[in-house]
């Protein structure tokens, strides 16, 4: 704040001295306004916007509007982060960007040093480790071997990048999940700089940023390109917030876990629909939840499509500050908190929401959720009629004749070409000799071929992961093992995770049932499973198996987990040692043996499963402030690969031309001084009819890039080798391999050519069936003007950028959905494409559209107003016409500018530029 010009603001004194603040008691006077009852959220937001008043953005009139939420008219709501977080697959095309950026404007004659982080960005290398080597003590290592071997050249943009801006940190391979590391040490809850103190806001580069609202932090994901809007100074225009609460009542009956809590969760409210609203829970059942299991829930904000899901601040986050070596910092975050009215207590007044729903504690039971999203809970009981529906639907769909015509010609590969490719030592003799034999040939449907401790929504929460130990240790005790089918793995998102596991005496046992580390990454929660052992993958091909992976992750979308598996449910560590103890999701674990003891005795689940009891003490012995103090002590350092490695210095990044990891984008070449006029869309073709819940796993893969695709063939004809494509995430600095990969997912249904799966579409005026991206090639060498037709909840899933920038690149001009999740809506427009929404009750369905037709949508010429309506006019290939309005989910006055400038980093560049 420059001036003062409400007269709100105020001093507080701390331990360390005195600082400046917006009070938000001050502003209530001011305003007449009952502040107090506002949800921590909104005020959080108010303050945001109070403490840049007068600035380009926020007026007088926006201020007041908030400060009476949810009585007054909407107003604008320029929310300004106060930091950027980002992971490595969506930071690499946000890095290279920024230095397109900086060689475009040096072309023009300005300063690139202009481009430059407003505010400060941290950059988590986490998603590119990959799981080839597993169940041996050298996995780690041969695994980050690998992982530098596979990035040496995306790592090189990004040291370049820590060098060569501002404000810009990296945290190296191996060191933990971003999410994990911001929960556990980047999160400050308050900050203080230039003598004011203000509540810590993020915004990041990954669809589970929300995980640091259990921490109080108000923060969640967005696309790569509000991201790097964000890190130029540019705000985020937000429409009126709408406050969801959720009344927290009792506590978890023995015997559960956060996970089934969250898994609970996400069914209830993706059930109610809170997709772009915030959520904030209150109640004094609060107090029995620790701060890990409040990142657990927050975490999975975007699987039941929520903005964010905000713990307030109390106690209980005073207490994880001082475990987690942050004790500095908590006389700041108590006295701010308690002096702007946002430290909660079990007396308080219930805030005023939007609406409330209650969440019983006490009603909740051991939960899985699959076979397909992570919004389709299932009792344990409920697990094999689940995967028995996914059998039936699959032999429904199976089309033999045209997949059997579609291979002769060429077509889709067999699913062994989508495996992941791995160097041939990556697995330990034992797996690779003996898997299939060990089996006696009960590998069939339903087995569970990986078994995956991972990501940040469980590995931040020692309740659980000390469970999993537990489990472990009772079961070898008793004389089980794992399953010899079953890939199984540790991937935490902390280095602290494995400090105590060691403490408690744990790891050893987790060892013993092949749950040795492989990695600190999100490895198979975002596909990075590796390949299966070549005896399982070629049982799974030639029998044409339908296997199942169980994960304690937070996504299992189709095609996501591994190519071979189709099957994959969200478990607790502790329930995915139990699938890898009986090997088949075919089985009901709250009811049948998980095998027998030494004596011939049947062992159950109930006889091995911890008490709350036993966690309570391990956590108290075993998890200690020390750990996190030596662990991200170090954490910015680096291994000796990391300090060693080769990497270019000074302003402008040096492209190479034979890159197949990091190229130029286009998006700045031959860049014009003002945007070309608004025009109509004439005559396009469907690219793709597809349906509901089309993720952003679906438009812009993460996985492996199949050796006979249009994006294999790109890397082929440069002479990289099969063995080293790598996947689509590790290569998003290339712009060449991503909008071929664009809408490539082996699992995707275009409606267009029906009964296959796959990247595949047809052109429309031959009638000729092709790859979507060679379709689209196709198009544009004739002029012609693509829209892809859609379901609802189209875009759900990560917040992957390259799904937005694929479709701009392919000469997608608009998307046609039913409804949209918020993240890849946003992208959209900020790519340049044009969202529009089917009007209620209105479907491609229902107006008759196949794919076939002809379409021009009119009235953008003019000029565009946020959710306006704009004509649909259809010529079918019978000559027969009709035409239907759409809404043009442009949601806000500054996403008008974005679209009108061809995109939001056009319009920041010529800004620079202008200036």
Not at 298 to 327: H, I, K, Q, W
Not at 410 to 422: C, I, M
Not at 441 to 455: H, K, N, Q, R
Request: proline share 6%; glycine share 10%; net charge negative.
């Amino acid at each position: 704040m420059t001036n003062d010009p409400f007269g709100i603001a105020a001093t507080l004194t701390t331990a360390t001295g005195t600082v400046q603040y917006v009070s938000l008691a001050k502003l209530a006077d001011k305003t007449g306004a009952d502040i107090a009852r506002l949800p921590h959220t909104v005020k959080v937001l108010l303050e945001n916007i109070a403490r840049r008043l007068d600035s380009r953005d926020v007026s007088r009139a926006d201020v007041e509007s908030l400060a009476h939420w949810p009585t007054a008219a909407d107003a604008s709501l320029a929310f300004m982060p106060a930091r950027v977080l980002m992971q490595d697959f969506t930071g690499v095309p946000s890095v290279v960007d920024l230095a397109a950026m900086r060689s475009a404007i040096a072309r023009a004659g300005g300063d690139p040093q202009r481009v430059n982080p407003f505010v400060p960005v941290d950059l988590v290398i986490d998603h590119s480790v990959q799981v080839d080597r597993f169940g041996s003590e050298d996995a780690y290592a041969t695994n980050l071997q690998w992982e530098y071997r596979r990035n040496q050249e995306r790592y090189s943009l990004l040291n370049w990048a820590q060098q060569a801006f501002d404000d810009f940190r990296v945290v190296p391979p191996g060191m933990g999940i971003c999410h994990q590391v911001n929960l556990e040490h980047l999160g400050r809850v308050v900050i203080e700089r230039d003598g004011w103190a203000y509540p810590d806001t993020l915004v990041g580069t990954d669809s589970h940023t929300p995980m640091i609202n259990g921490l109080g932090v108000l923060g969640w994901g967005v696309g790569g390109i509000e991201a790097e809007a964000a890190m130029l100074g540019q705000p985020m225009f937000l429409p009126k917030p709408v406050v969801i609460g959720v009344r927290t009542l009792g506590t978890l009956p023995p015997g559960t876990t956060a996970t089934d809590l969250v898994l609970t969760l996400a069914q209830m409210l993706r059930k109610h629909g809170v997709v772009g609203k915030f959520v904030e829970f209150f109640g004094a059942g609060l107090s029995s939840l620790s701060i890990a299991d409040r990142a657990t829930l927050s975490n999975m904000s975007p699987e039941f499509g929520a903005t964010a899901t905000l713990f307030p601040v109390d106690a209980n986050t005073l207490d994880y500050l001082r475990l987690t070596g942050r004790g500095d910092n908590v006389d700041l975050v108590e006295r701010y908190t308690r002096q702007q009215g946002l430290f909660r207590t079990d007396d308080d007044a219930e805030p005023q929401f939007s609406e409330v729903l209650d969440l019983d504690l006490s009603r909740v039971e051991p939960s899985m959720a699959g076979p397909k999203r992570p919004q389709d809970r299932v009792s344990l009981s409920g697990v094999t009629r689940s995967f028995h529906a996914l059998l039936e639907g699959a032999v429904a769909d199976a089309n033999p004749q045209e997949l059997a015509r579609l291979k002769a010609e060429g077509g889709p590969p067999p699913d062994d070409e989508f495996q992941r490719t791995a160097p041939e030592h990556a697995l330990s003799a034992d797996q690779a000799g003996t898997a299939v034999a060990a089996t006696g040939g009960t590998v069939g449907d339903g087995s569970v071929v990986i078994a995956a401790i991972t990501s940040c929504t469980n590995t931040s929460n020692p309740s659980v992961m000390l469970a999993a130990g537990l489990l472990a240790r009772k079961a070898v005790e008793a004389g089980l093992q794992s399953q010899p089918w079953v890939k199984t793995s540790l991937a935490p998102g902390s280095r602290v995770v494995t400090q105590y596991l060691k403490k408690a005496g744990l790891l050893p046992y987790l060892e013993k049932l092949g749950f040795n580390l492989v990695g600190y990454g999100c490895t198979t929660c975002i596909g990075n499973s590796g390949p299966l052992p070549e005896e399982i993958a070629e049982a799974v091909t030639s029998r044409n198996l339908t296997v199942a992976a169980v994960l304690s992750g937070n996504r299992n979308y189709e095609g996501r987990i591994h190519g071979q598996v189709q099957a994959s449910y969200l478990a607790s560590p502790p329930l995915v040692v139990a699938y890898a103890l009986v090997g088949t999701v075919l089985c009901d674990l709250s009811v049948d043996a998980l095998g027998t003891d030494q004596q011939g005795n049947p062992v159950y689940l109930k006889d091995i499963w911890p008490t709350a009891e036993e966690i309570e003490s391990l956590i108290t012995s075993s998890v200690s402030s020390q750990q996190f103090d030596l662990e991200y002590g170090r954490i910015f350092e680096g291994d000796d690969k990391w300090k060693r490695m080769p990497a270019p210095t000074g302003t402008l990044f040096e492209w190479a031309d034979d890159s197949t990891y990091v190229r130029e984008p286009p998006f700045f070449l031959d860049f014009a001084d003002s945007p070309a006029p608004l025009a109509d869309i004439q005559d396009a073709r469907v690219l793709a009819v597809l349906g509901d819940t089309i993720t952003t796993d679906h438009i812009s893969p993460a996985g492996a890039i199949p050796v006979n695709s249009p994006a294999g063939e790109y890397l082929a004809s440069h002479d990289v080798p099969p063995a080293e494509f790598n996947s689509f995430g590790s290569r998003r600095g290339n712009h060449e391999v991503m909008m071929r990969g664009t809408f490539g997912n082996i699992r995707l249904r275009n409606a267009m050519v029906p009964g296959v799966e796959g990247p595949w579409t047809i052109h429309t005026p031959s009638g000729e069936k092709m790859p979507i991206y060679d379709a689209a090639m196709r198009y544009m060498n004739e002029g012609t003007p693509l829209v892809v037709i859609a379901g609802k909840e189209y875009g759900s899933g990560s917040s992957r950028d390259w799904a937005a920038k694929g479709a701009a690149l392919l000469g997608v001009k608009a998307i046609l959905a039913e409804s949209y999740e918020r993240i890849h809506r946003s992208n959209l427009v900020c790519m340049g494409v044009l969202p529009l929404q089917f009007q209620d009750g209105q479907s491609a369905r229902s107006l008759g559209l196949d794919g076939t037709e002809t379409l021009t949508i009119t009235g953008i010429r003019d000029g565009i107003e946020p959710r306006q309506t704009v004509t649909v006019s259809v010529v079918r290939q019978d000559g027969s016409q009709s035409s239907f309005e759409t809404i043009v989910r442009i949601d806000a006055p500054a996403e008008v500018e974005y679209f009108v400038n061809g995109g939001i980093l056009e319009m920041v560049l010529r800004q620079l530029l202008s200036s």
